[in-house]
């Protein structure tokens, strides 16, 4: 047991001292892919080194060095080895760079460069700043490893095609960088919260990762309302997960949960996040997703729900950052508060949207709404639809076993 806990201390500073570390080396010599190749090897040498002889005095320190090595032995075998050592040796030493100096929001601007795909900055993300390895990426994303090697070795590629400098954004981009930024979080957030594809609902190292990376960005730019309210919205969502699944993995609906269960501890740091960020700051979409998760936390039964609020804050949202999803949750809303023949019809608005139109998450709501509707004959068609689409098999037994109840309970004749 104390080695466990000591391999997860080493395992958190790791991840630590990951962009700091990257940093250090990129400022100084450039070559983000070649450093960040040095970095893994580092933090593999201590992940194996440190649990045995003790973290070191200054790890950062040892991390930076072991780095540097890895880059010398790496430039002495190319062919311009004599230029790069004479370069080398008449740069400044490392040691020299201050201790605090902090360039995790640097490496995520250019971890998230808007020539990358999506997939690409998360992969990158994850491995440059969040100091996991491919293999840990692999898996929570459940892919080959030799797949996710190559998306991130080819990401690298593409970065060192544009040219890109290691420096912030000038000020006037700087806005929508930070945009892209928040946007790949929330994607690692969701994925792990809620798995695209696997035998698992959720992963609790990508949310945990997500969280630990939006509190670092936060902790840079502390007057941000948008860092603020998405990591208020992570914190309030991920404060539900020890209910949301049975012993054995499956899934259970958000009406359907311990409460008892949910952790008060996170749903009180994303509330006063949030009204501290909300009384300074223009509104954004991220405060109000995570307004209308609060307003779920706070109620101490599904009963108790405020869904006017709810759905006054989805109409404020469709407004301010309009899209297929916030539509989809909307109409949830829309039928607790008016019926669910007006949700349905709200649904009906996204049966032509080609980016929704064949997901499983729309046959499902559609499903959920004519079974309150009372028509379980329908409902159990639109339950099998999203169970044959979702590739997440927690979510296609629930689906399953919801569509197999509605015929089991007699109301439909087969």
């Known amino acids: 047991m104390v080695r466990v806990k000591r391999d997860a201390v080493i395992e958190e500073l790791l991840r630590e001292l990951a962009p700091q ?10 070559r983000f892919d070649a450093c960040e190749d040095a970095v893994q090897e580092a933090m593999l040498a201590a992940a194996v080194q440190w649990p045995d002889e003790g973290i070191p005095d200054s790890p950062k320190g040892w991390l930076i060095t072991v780095s540097v090595r890895r880059l010398t032995d790496q430039w002495r075998s190319e062919e311009a080895r004599a230029r790069r050592e004479v370069t080398l ?39 440059a700043v969040g100091g996991l390895t491919t293999a840990q990426i692999a898996h929570a994303f459940f892919v080959p490893e030799a797949t996710m090697a190559q998306r991130i070795s080819r990401a690298k590629q593409r970065i ?19 945009r892209v930024v928040l946007h790949v979080l929330y994607l690692i957030f969701n994925e792990g919260y809620t798995a695209t594809s696997g035998p698992e609902l959720a992963s609790a190292e990508l949310t945990g990762e997500a969280i630990r990376l939006a509190r670092a960005v936060h902790r840079l730019l502390p007057g941000d309302g948008e860092v603020a309210g998405l990591l208020a919205l992570m ?47 223009p509104l954004g979409p991220y405060q109000l997703q995570a307004a209308v998760a609060a307003v779920h936390d ?52 996204l049966d032509e949207d080609g980016r929704v139109s064949g997901h499983h998450r729309l046959a499902a709501v559609r499903a959920h709404l004519l079974e309150m509707a009372g028509d379980p004959a329908a409902a159990r068609e639109r339950y099998r639809e999203a169970a044959r689409r979702t590739t997440s098999l927690p979510e296609r ?8 109840r509605l015929a089991d309970s007699g109301a439909i004749k087969s």
């Open 397 to 404: 037994s629930y689906l399953e076993a919801r569509a197999a």
């Open 89 to 127: 040796a008449a740069m400044a030493p490392v040691d020299a760079e201050p201790a605090d100096r902090d360039d995790t929001l640097t490496l995520l601007f250019l971890c998230c460069h808007p020539a990358l795909s999506a997939p690409s900055q998360v992969a990158l993300t994850l491995r």
């Open 235 to 281: 914190l309030l969502t991920e404060a539900r997960r020890p209910a949301r699944t049975t012993a054995d993995g499956g899934l259970i609906p958000l009406a359907e949960q311990d409460r008892g269960r949910w952790d008060r501890r996170a749903i009180e740091a994303g509330v006063e996040l949030l009204t501290a960020t909300m009384s300074r700051s």
């Open 298 to 349: 706070e109620a101490e039964r599904a009963e108790d729900t405020d869904w006017p609020q709810i759905l006054a804050l989805y109409e404020l949202l469709a407004r301010l950052s309009p899209g297929p999803m916030v539509t989809l949750n909307q109409a949830v809303a829309v039928a607790m508060v008016h019926g669910p023949a007006a949700g349905l019809n709200l649904l009906a608005t």
């Open 21 to 30: 570390v990257l940093g250090v080396l990129v400022r100084r010599y450039g």
């Open 160 to 178: 060192k095609a544009t040219g890109s400098e290691f420096r912030l954004p000038p000020e006037g981009e700087r806005a929508e960088r930070l």
